[in-house]
């Protein structure tokens, strides 16, 4: 269509405007990611209950409708139905001063944290990679790692709803390729899990406990197969470095207990974030400081 090619070819000639496009758009995409962030733990809660009710020979209840579009938004606290003016995205939480129109309870400050972080880690895909195939590309992979982080640090959960598609659209991307090339990519899955596998084991058979949970091995397989194998090394050592001094640093401040877990996934997806953005970069500083 002559419109669309028009608007392509400005947003190729003006990178502000390219930008500022995506950053809009990365609003629109975060207010959709708190509806999953919110929903997606309860709609697999459901289902075990079912599952549960189920196997143990008990009446299962029919429910109201429970998923990413139904109900309609509206306040947990008093049951208001949002409107359209209080479902803009950043615009709504500032004009309502954070707080529910009807009842006045607080909104939680999560919803537009998300929405901004969207806004903020889209703009910088977009003016890294530009109007490209990369681009288009590494916003996925941004808004499946959103979502994936702050649930796992709500619920300690990583969802196989979003880890597997994640993983199988990383491979669909390595066969153009995007940012692998698929044999890297189907190796960086398998080492992915299979390093993790491995730690998970080693752990358990040392000290009886697990060290972490088996939806972290699928986030790194995602993330090697996204990435490629050769960037795995700096997703698992700056996640392991930078979640371990936070871990230390709350467990002395006494804001966690040690005997509690914490979760891995934020500092995964934050790692692979920044390796999407400059894993090249850090491999070849690395490897100029070791002399190769």
């Known amino acids: ?23 809009v758009l990365g609003v629109v995409v975060g207010s959709f990611l708190n509806v999953v962030i919110h929903r997606l733990p309860l709609m697999l809660e459901r289902e075990w209950r079912a599952q549960c009710a ?27 139905v949002l409107g359209a003016l209080e479902n803009i995205p950043l615009v709504s939480y500032l004009l309502q001063r954070g707080r529910c129109r009807a009842c006045g309870t607080a909104i939680p400050l999560r919803y537009p944290l998300v929405e901004a972080l969207s806004a903020l ?7 890294r990679f530009g109007l490209s195939p990369q681009c288009a ?26 880890t597997l598609p994640g993983l199988w659209a990383g491979l669909a991307c390595a066969l153009l390729p995007v940012f692998a090339d698929l044999p890297s990519a189907v190796i960086g ?41 050769q960037h795995l090394a700096t997703v698992v050592l700056l996640s392991a470095a930078v979640g371990a001094a936070v871990g230390l640093a709350l467990i002395a401040l006494g804001r966690h207990a ?35």
């Open 137 to 162: 590309a590494g916003l996925l992979l941004t808004w499946l790692l959103i979502p994936l982080a702050v649930i796992d640090l709500r619920t300690l959960l990583l969802p196989d709803a979003i």
């Open 258 to 292: 040690a005997a509690h877990p914490l979760p891995y996934g934020p500092y995964l997806a934050g790692a692979g974030w920044i390796a999407l953005l400059g894993g090249d970069a850090i491999n070849a500083a690395y490897l100029r400081w070791a002399g190769f």
């Open 189 to 229: 899955a398998m080492a992915g899990y299979g390093t993790f596998w491995a730690v998970y084991w080693l752990v358990r058979l040392a000290s009886g406990r697990e060290g972490m949970g088996r939806g972290d091995f699928k986030l790194l397989a995602m993330l090697g197969a996204w990435l490629g194998w």
């Open 54 to 80: 189920e196997l143990a020979g008990d009446p299962v209840v029919a429910a109201e409708p429970f998923n990413l579009v139904l109900p309609r938004s509206h306040c947990p606290a008093c049951g208001h």
């Open 1 to 23: 269509m002559p419109e669309t090619r028009t608007l392509l070819d400005l947003f190729a000639t003006s990178t502000p405007l390219f930008v500022g496009a995506i950053a």
């Open 121 to 127: 880690a889209a703009t910088a895909v977009a003016w």
